[in-house]
């Protein structure tokens, strides 16, 4: 059995038909920052126990950015928001 992610826009849908794409980080580096700053933004990860903030993409379905909040322990998911409705660089 799969298990469900409820879209914002197509409600319940198998996990299978979206794919993860990434953290959510907290804040982008300015433009003009050194190149080891924009490295460690781009590859160096945390790996978190608990909540966690990712981007998905609805790509089955409505083809939507979305942002889900999962606990990486148990892969429960706590809220879905299409990502357009975040402001860039919050932690909303």
């Known amino acids: 059995m799969s298990s469900l992610v409820k ?3 197509c409600g319940l849908r198998p996990r299978e038909e979206f794919t993860i794409r990434g953290e ?8 003009d ?3 080891n700053t924009w490295f460690d933004h781009v ?5 978190p126990r608990g909540e ?7 790509a089955g379905g409505c083809r939507r950015w979305l942002v889900l909040s999962r606990n990486t ?13 975040l402001k860039a660089g919050t932690k909303s």
Do not use: G, K, M
């Open 7 to 9: 879209c914002p826009h």
């Open 24 to 31: 959510v980080p907290s804040q982008r580096p300015a433009p």
């Open 33 to 35: 920052a050194p190149a």
């Open 43 to 47: 590859y160096l990860r945390d790996n």
């Open 52 to 58: 966690h903030r990712e981007y998905w993409h609805h």
């Open 73 to 85: 322990v148990t892969h429960d998911i706590s809220a879905v928001v299409d990502a357009s409705t």
